[in-house]
């Protein structure tokens, strides 16, 4: 639960959001790993959780940073669409792709400090490996085009240690098994919600 207070709208400090890439396709098996593109279900859940991040940021507007493997650069194109990004703006990052959780937790903590809100696309296993690394979360793995928001109470991305952030379960529409909050969770809500008026 978070309760808002005069104090504690100066925390955290910084704000990481982990986003795996969005459903890719395996139609085409002479293309490379790397350049495997977003199917139709990739395609239509990635603006959905777009919105959702937006929600969520409440007008803020975070740096990207992404794998440059095709489906997490077209994921990230995506959000930036969305959060009224320029694509050039994007951050590609080739460490990202096949990454373990050591190598990431090293690339963030060479973030510029100029940004306190980070949206980082990447792939697993690394990805899910890296929000346990950095904070205590009540999830596997993270399903394509899953978020998970992580906080910090520091002032620079390079004071970030193993195990120093929150998880921010607001992601979460509702249940404690679906604290990751994957599009088809996010859609199904949605028209939960359309259904209840």
């Given at each position: 639960m978070f309760i808002s207070t005069a104090a504690e709208h100066l925390l955290p400090m910084l704000s990481l959001t982990l986003i795996r890439h969005a459903k890719s396709s395996w139609d085409d098996i002479t293309l490379d790993d790397f350049e495997r593109p977003l199917n139709e279900r990739g395609r239509r859940d990635a603006p959905l959780m777009a919105q959702r991040l937006a929600h969520l940021l409440e007008g803020v507007r975070p740096a990207l940073v992404s794998s440059p493997a095709l489906r997490a650069a077209t994921t990230a194109r995506c959000f930036a669409s969305t959060l009224d990004i320029d694509a050039q703006d994007i951050r590609y990052e080739p460490r990202i792709y096949e990454a373990e959780a050591a190598t990431l937790l090293s690339l963030i903590r060479g973030f510029d400090d100029t940004a306190s809100t980070v949206a980082m696309f990447g792939h697993?296993?690394?990805?899910?490996?890296?929000?346990?690394?950095?904070?205590?979360?009540?999830?596997d793995e993270m399903p394509t085009c899953a978020?998970?928001?992580?906080?910090?109470?520091?002032?620079?991305?390079?004071?970030?240690?193993?195990?120093?952030?929150?998880?921010?379960?607001?992601?979460?529409?509702a249940e404690k098994a679906e604290i990751i909050a994957g599009a088809e969770i996010v859609e199904?809500?949605?028209?939960?919600?359309?259904?209840?008026?």
């Open positions: 697993n296993p690394g990805f899910s490996e890296l929000c346990h690394l950095l904070a205590r979360c009540e999830f978020m998970a928001r992580i906080e910090f109470d520091v002032e620079h991305w390079s004071q970030i240690e193993r195990h120093g952030g929150c998880f921010d379960r607001r992601v979460a529409r199904k809500r949605l028209e939960k919600l359309d259904l209840m008026g």
